[in-house]
């Protein structure tokens, strides 16, 4: 009933960028959107978050770096990830939230890997 596709990750150097994806499936509204990325071994970390009406809000560890935004007639959002770090290394999550079902969705993720 829900699917949420992630594209653009790979491997980049630091300093580098990449364009991160999400295409959101669904018959219902999809009201806040976000980006979360997790290392192996730890928990699922917040990255950014973008509402219907384009509001956004950053982790202190992207803020001027990762721009987010999205395309409401499409149901996508994107991450532009800029002066890429090592410690930026990780598997990107999309989420979706349904405010009319109280609920969030997921995507399987893409992994994004930062060289020195």
């Known amino acids: 009933q829900v699917e949420l596709v992630e594209s653009g990750g790979g491997l980049v150097q630091a300093g580098g960028s990449l364009r991160l994806s999400c295409a959101v499936s669904v018959i219902f509204r999809i009201n806040t959107m976000g980006w979360y990325r997790q290392h192996p071994g730890k928990q699922r970390e917040w990255v950014a978050t973008i509402t219907s009406g384009g509001s956004t809000n950053y982790a202190d560890s992207v803020k001027g770096r990762f721009p987010i935004s999205r395309d409401n007639a499409k149901n996508t959002v994107t991450l532009e990830m800029n002066s890429l770090k090592p410690e930026d290394t990780a598997v990107y999550y999309c989420?979706?939230?349904?405010?009319?079902?109280?609920?969030?969705?997921w995507g399987s993720g893409t992994l994004v890997t930062v060289s020195s």
């Open positions: 989420k979706a939230n349904s405010r009319l079902k109280g609920m969030d969705y």
